[in-house]
Every structure is written in C-alpha cells, then in structure tokens.
C-alpha cells in the first residue's frame, strides 16, 4: 500500500474503490503562522503540512492558540475584532489570506464543527437545507438527496427520518453534533475542521461521534483539537504538540501520532503525552 | 432589652414604608375604579363604532379607531425599517465601542428624552408645513415615528445582543453571506423580542397626545386618505374633557377604550419577552 | 483558485453592500436628533435674531401681541411643578421599592410590581382627565379654584411614581446579596440593613430613576396642561393657577404666527436642552453603576 500513512490505526475508508486515503501529501501546508489579539500575540511561528485525508490531532494544554489556529485555517478569525494573522495557509497550493480569496467560498471548502454543537432554531431540515440554497443548489430534489446522504452519512438518518420538520433544538446534545457535522457535510467540504467535538457530550454520545470521524476520514481531510489524549492516540494518524512558553502558544513537535506518543523527540512533549505535565 | 423588632424606631420604619407601597396602591386603586366606574357604563359595541355626535357629547368613536390606527401604520411603516437598519448595523456590524457606534447611541439617548410636545413642534414645522403635508395622519404618523425610533432601536439591539455567539459563528463557517445569517437566523431568534419592542413602540405611540395636536389636527370624521386630518384617541379624550362641556362621559369611555387596548399590547410585548427568554434558557 | 464557480461572488458582494446600507440608516437615525434641532432653532431663529436671548429673560412679561416674551414665569412655574413632583414622587416611590424588596411577602410584591406596570403604561391624557375631574373639584373644594400648581404637582407625582420606583426596585435588586448578609451577620435591624447597607449601594440606580423621572416631570405636557389652570405668573403659593413652558406651546401654537411662533419653537429649544441634559446624565449614572 504504497502512499498511505504508514501506522494508521484504522482500516481506510474506500480503498476498494482505489480513492486516495490517508496520504503523506500536503493538503494544507502553513508557514510561519503567527495570531495575535490586539497587538498581544497568542501563537507564533507555526509552520506544518496537514496530510490529505488524515486525521491530525492537535493536543497541548489550555490556553496555548490551538484553537486560535483552527479558525485561522478558514479565516474565522476575520470575524474577531482586533485579530491579526500573518504567515502563510496554502490550500492546494492557492494562498488562503490573498485579498483576492472569497472567503465564504473558501469556508465551504473548509468546514468547521465546534465545542458545543450549535444548530439553528430551525428546523432539522431546514438546518441544512438554507445552506445548500445558500451556497447555490437551486434543484429541490438535489437538496432532498444530498440532505438525506448528510444525515444518512453521520448515521442520523434512521433517528430523524420521521421528524424532519420538528425543531433541532429539540434532539439530544450527541444528536445536535451529528447533526451539526451533517450540516457542515451537506456542502460537501474537502477539510473538517473540528474543535474539540466531543467534549461537550457524555461518554456515549462521544464514542459515536468519534466513530463517525472516523469514518469521515479518508475522504475528509480532518484536523482536530482535542484535550483527550486517550482519542488523540486512538484516531489520530499525525499529531502536532503545541506548548506555551512566555505566554505565546508554540508548535513543539509535529509527526505521526504514534511516534510522536511512543517516542516523542521534545522532551516537554514526552513529559505532556505521559500526563507529567500540562 | 427589647428585642431589635420591637424598638420603636424599627416599627417606625416598618410602619412608614408599608404606609407608603398602601397609599400609592390606593390612590391607584381609587383611579382605576373611578375610571371603570366613570366609563363602563358607556361602553358598547355602538360606541366602538359609531361616529361621534353632538361635538363628542354623544355617539361613538368609530372614526376616531380608525384616525389612531392610521396614525399607528404609518408610524410603524416609518420607523420599523429605519429602526431596525440602525439596530442592526449598532448590534451586529459596528465595532464594540467604536466612536460612530457610540455618537449614534448618544444621539438615540438624547432623541428618546425629547419631550413630546417639542416632536409636535418639530413635526408640525417639517411635515405639516415645509414638506406641506398639512394637518394630517401622514404628519402625525411620521411625528410619532420619529418618537418611537429610540424605542425600537433600544428593544431591538437588546434582542440581537442576547442571540447566542454560537450561531454566528456557526453560519460564518459554512461560508453563509452574513446577509443570509441575519436573516435566517440571527433575525428569527430575535423575533420575539423584535416584536416586543414593536408593541411597546406602538404603546407608547397610541398613548401620545401633545405631538399630534398640531399635527394630525383634530378632524373627528372618518378619513378619507391619509392626506386627511384624522383625531386620534388620545387627541379625543383631552378634546372632550378640555374643551367640550358635558364631554366628560364620553371622554371616560374613550379613556377606558384606551386603557384596554394598551393592556392588550403591553401583554402581548409580555408575552413574547417571556417566551423569548424561555427559548434562550433552553438553548444555552 | 479557492474561489469556486458557484454565486458565492455575488453574495460576497450583497454582504460588501450591506454594511454601508446599515450604515446610512443608523446615521439617518442618529441624524433625526440634528434635525429635530435644526428645525427647532431655524424655527425660533427670527425670535432670537430680533432681540436676542435676552427679550426672553427681561421682558415685562408674556404679551405676545405687544412682543414681550418673558419665559421667567413659565419656567418657574415648570420648575416648581417638576420639583414638587419629585418631592412626593421619590419618597413614596423608593419606600415603594423598599418595600418589594424587603417588606413584602413575594406575591404581595409580584403583585405591587405589577401595578407599578400599569400605571407606567397608563397614558398621561387619562392622568389629565382624572386629574381634572376628580382631584381638581376636591382641591377647590378647599382651596378654591382648585386648578393649581398643587395638582399639577400632585398629578405629576402620581405619573412619574412609578419610574422612581421600578428603577430603585432593580437598584435594589442588584445590590450583591453578600453584603445584606454580612448586615445580618453584624446583628443590623432590617431599618438599619436597609438604610445604612442597601440604600447607599443603590444610590446611583436609584439618583438614575429620579433624574428620568425629573426629565419626565418637565418634559409632560397633557397632564399638567389640564389641571394647572394655566395662568400665565410667577407661582407664589402652591393653590395658585400657573402655566407652564410644555402647555404654553400646546394651547399658543394653534394660533400662534410669526415672532409668536418663533418664541414658542424658542421655549421648546429651552425644554429640549434642560431635558437631553437630564436624560444624559440619568444614562451616565446608569452606566456608572452597569460598568
């Protein structure tokens, strides 16, 4: 299996039908990615390729910017006043921060899932359904098929199929994530980005989720921030390390998940990974 | 020792402030009763809609219904979408504490403490006689719009500002325009407290009296386009208990008209905050 | 090459229109107050050009006809109504919030807040009526003619009570709860918890609600207009007909031309400033207290 991460702890997704899967080759490459808020830098220096079709976990303690770099990667941070980003995002090589670049298209194919699933006071329907519009799907039948294959695909489709109409407020927090992941996949997005998924759920509800993102991959290429080292280790396929120091948020190691977790090279890493500190 | 409860400066006090909350619940009460005992015996369906008779003496406040609610369209029709605009731009657009942002609440500030005789001035001198609307309900509704302006905009940029983070964030990064965010999601969660706002503007608006009397006039006969003079309810009680004599029947009987068509905006503006509220405590 | 085939340009674009769009209407908003202003002034602008100021202060009295223009009398008048009003309004008002707050069983206070609702809600030409037709006959009955500076001051009382008292009442609320336990704990009386605890850590809420209330008490036009009796003099006793600015303007302008005109547009633009500046100060001390 030539190509595929060495290492990858799962079975990858359609390799039967020959689909690249999880591949050692840049689909987001970051330079020297610095975020400050209001002149008071938060995270310097960043610079590291995110594999196609991976999985790369972000792990670190509290505090030290990965978050702050997810929303770089889709230019959310446009949104926080006072926000500054410099350094270089290229998707497929095209630079993310060119004046030029339509954002909104842009974050189509960059889609993000948060810490606490935020659905629309709509309907579950429609919850996906005004994206799709939005983004240009004119065909009713298009939307009901790519709607119905969302949720179909994040394994909602059985528990919702009668009550497409009713309120998504109204389904259970590991529901309304699923169905915030589905919402994100209607647009078909070539990247997830997801902070922190699970961790506003209960062990149930987080186990799904975490088997859904794994099957996600493959096909998505996923970049995660999680705190739980336990699911970094299980699903992740790279692993990036971020780390503090005086106050600014800093890339300590970056690598394949399970060198990075057996045999880190940073001594802080290994101290972090082995619960001495953070 | 007398126990702390006992010493006479604290029955004093206990006494002085149960005295005041009674005096200023009986003299409420002595009002309302006098007001229902004054004007229910009036109050009919013939009243709701006949025409006034005999200066107001007699007949019913048909025209007058109508004249008010007129007035109130056009108010509403003026100042919702300014109102809205300016609250929108003030609560999702402007930078926090950015020195426009702040020049325009101040403005607002000192707009919603102008006395509404002066809006009647300033009404009477824009619309009724530079732009030459005359005395009519145009001139009024738009004299009322620009009272009820501050209003709209306070209730409604409160209402955006309670919509949670989560859904902007959440439609930014599906790459919605932020016009389809507003309006398929950031307006509809506020709707209810967007139409709270409404009916207190329209409360506020039904119960003014100084700026329509040079304004919309005092015509108490059915409109026949808005171009027309029109009287509003308010205009009609302080017309017959001033300056018709014998009017004062009639003028109770509009006053309680008058009081229960406030109680119903004022329960509906209730209403929706509360169920406003309640959404927000089950989604957050 | 990010930019994909799809309208996304388009609505990149309904979004840059959007924000100057809003921008024009929250100035045109803001702008409303420059208007309201500027028609004022060019409105009042031949009394104040012919003359000056000073025919407004020095005049021999209220002649329109003979072009003196004394505002001196009115605005006494409308100060010493305002002031007489906040006199009663305050006390009655605060110890009303007192009592919700630290008196009354929780559905007596539910239920004395409603009220306070209602008659917030009530319209000031329902206060003239009663005003007018009950309290009116009343005083005169004892003081005659009964359309006096005192009912003014008594209707005015009544409407701007319940302002005073809705805002001490959530003055009152946020004091921190902490501190009217640590009252407790040092052995206060509830009079001395009240007094000497929670009414000083209210005092900027509760100096916010009587600066609203003062502004309400000048700004009132109806109300005061139909009980007052509205002789134009400089008030020398509570039982006394007096006129004031807001009602001079309702009952002059109907018939009013010329320099006539001008000073009322003139006596308005004096109201509108002594009133902004009430309700400007009642919001910085209600920041003060928020922040």
């Known amino acids: 299996m030539t190509g595929t991460a060495p290492c990858a702890p799962y079975t990858l997704g359609d390799l039967a039908e020959g689909t690249p899967c999880c591949v050692p080759q840049p689909h987001l490459e970051i330079r020297d990615l610095s975020i400050a808020y209001g002149g008071q830098p938060v995270l310097a220096g960043v610079g590291l390729d995110i594999p196609r079709g991976c999985i790369t976990a972000l792990i670190g303690p509290s505090g030290c910017g990965k978050t702050s770099f997810l929303s770089a990667l889709n230019r959310l941070t446009d949104l926080i006043p006072g926000c500054t980003v410099r350094g270089i995002v290229r998707l497929d090589g095209g630079d993310v921060f060119d004046a030029q670049v339509d954002t909104l298209a842009l974050r189509r194919r960059i889609g993000m899932i948060f810490q606490r699933p935020n659905p629309f006071p709509l309907s579950i329907r429609r919850n996906l359904d005004m994206p799709l519009r939005e983004h240009g799907v004119r065909r009713r039948d298009e939307r009901e098929d790519r709607i119905e294959a969302a949720l179909r695909g994040v394994g909602l489709w059985d528990e919702v199929r009668e009550r497409l109409d009713a309120p998504a407020l109204g389904l259970s927090g590991g529901q309304q994530q699923r169905l915030c992941i589905a919402r994100a996949l209607v647009l078909q997005p070539e990247i997830l980005l997801m902070d922190e998924p699970c961790s506003a759920l209960d062990p149930l509800a987080s186990a799904v989720v975490e088997e859904l993102i794994l099957r996600l991959a493959g096909r998505h290429t996923i970049v995660i921030v999680t705190h739980n080292l336990a699911q970094a280790r299980r699903i992740a396929n790279y692993a990036a390390f971020f780390w503090m120091t005086e106050q600014v948020g800093k890339l300590v190691e970056f690598g394949q998940s399970r060198t990075l977790f057996d045999a880190p090279k940073h001594s802080l890493t290994a101290a972090y990974v082995s619960g001495r500190s953070g | 020792m007398r126990s702390a409860a006992t010493r006479p400066a604290e029955r004093l006090f206990t006494v002085a402030v149960w005295a005041a ?240 068509l406030l109680l119903v905006i004022n329960g509906l503006a209730a209403l929706l905050a509360e169920r406003w509220l309640g959404r927000r405590i089950v989604t957050s | 090459m990010i930019s994909s085939a799809n309208s996304s340009s388009s609505r990149s674009r309904v979004d840059a229109a959007l924000r100057p769009a809003l921008f024009a209407l929250a100035t045109a908003s ?262």
């Open chain 2, 21 to 260: 909350a009674g005096a200023v619940a009986a003299v409420f009460a002595w009002m309302l009763a006098d007001l229902v005992a004054a004007g229910a015996a009036r109050l009919s369906w013939s009243f709701l809609v006949d025409a006034p008779a005999s200066a107001g003496r007699a007949g019913g406040i048909g025209p007058i219904l109508v004249s008010t609610l007129l007035i109130l369209a056009v108010a509403i029709a003026a100042a919702l979408p300014l109102g809205l605009g300016t609250a929108v731009w003030l609560a999702e657009f402007a930078r926090r504490g950015s020195r426009a942002a702040r020049r325009v609440r101040l403005a607002l500030d000192v707009l919603a403490g102008v006395p509404s005789i002066v809006f009647g001035l300033f009404g009477n001198a824009l619309f009724s006689v530079w732009l030459g609307l005359g005395f009519s309900i145009l001139s009024g509704g738009l004299t009322l719009a620009c009272m009820v302006l501050p209003i709209l905009i306070r209730s409604t940029e409160m209402g955006l500002a309670a919509v949670p983070e989560d859904w902007r964030r959440g439609a930014a990064a599906l790459g919605l325009s932020r016009a389809a965010a507003l309006w398929h999601v950031i307006l509809p969660a506020a709707a209810p407290a967007l139409s709270a706002g409404l009916m207190l503007g329209i409360g506020r608006a039904m119960a003014e009296t100084a700026a329509l009397i040079f304004t919309s006039g005092y015509v108490d006969r059915l409109p026949g386009s808005l171009m027309d003079s029109g009287r509003a309810l308010a205009v009609h009680i302080y017309e017959l208990s001033m300056n018709v004599t014998g009017g004062d029947a009639n003028a109770y009987a509009s006053a309680l008209v008058l009081i229960a």
């Open chain 3, 30 to 291: 803001a702008a409303l107050l420059a208007l309201v202003l500027l028609f004022l002034a060019g409105e009042s602008w031949p009394a104040l050009a012919e003359g000056g100021w000073r025919r407004f202060l020095a005049s021999d009295g209220w002649y329109p006809a003979s072009g003196d223009f004394d505002l001196w009398p009115m605005a006494w008048a409308t100060l010493a109504a305002a002031t007489g009003a906040l006199a009663i309004a305050l006390p009655l008002g605060v110890g009303g919030a007192i009592f919700t707050r630290f008196y009354a069983p929780p559905p007596l206070a539910a239920a004395f807040r409603r009220l306070l609702g209602l008659l917030a809600g009530i319209p000031s030409v329902v206060f003239g009526l009663w005003g007018l037709t009950v309290l009116v006959p009343i005083l005169a009955r004892w003081q005659p003619p009964g359309t006096s500076l005192a009912a003014a001051i008594l209707i005015l009382a009544l409407m701007v009570l319940p302002t005073v008292a809705l805002t001490a009442d959530s003055a009152l609320a946020a004091v921190p709860p902490d501190w009217l336990a640590g009252a407790h704990a040092l052995g206060l009386t509830r009079s001395a918890t009240v007094l000497r605890v929670a009414l000083p850590a209210a005092r900027a809420g509760i100096a916010g609600g009587a600066l609203l209330a003062a502004a309400r008490a000048l700004g009132e036009t109806m109300a005061v207009l139909m009980v007052a009796g509205n002789v134009v003099q400089t008030p020398t006793g509570l039982f006394e007909p007096v006129r004031v600015l807001t009602a001079n303007i309702a009952l002059e302008m109907a018939y009013a031309a010329g320099t006539h005109r001008a000073a009322l547009f003139a006596s308005g633009l004096l109201l509108t400033a002594l009133v902004a500046l009430l309700a400007w100060s009642a919001a910085r001390v209600g920041e003060r207290t928020n922040a």
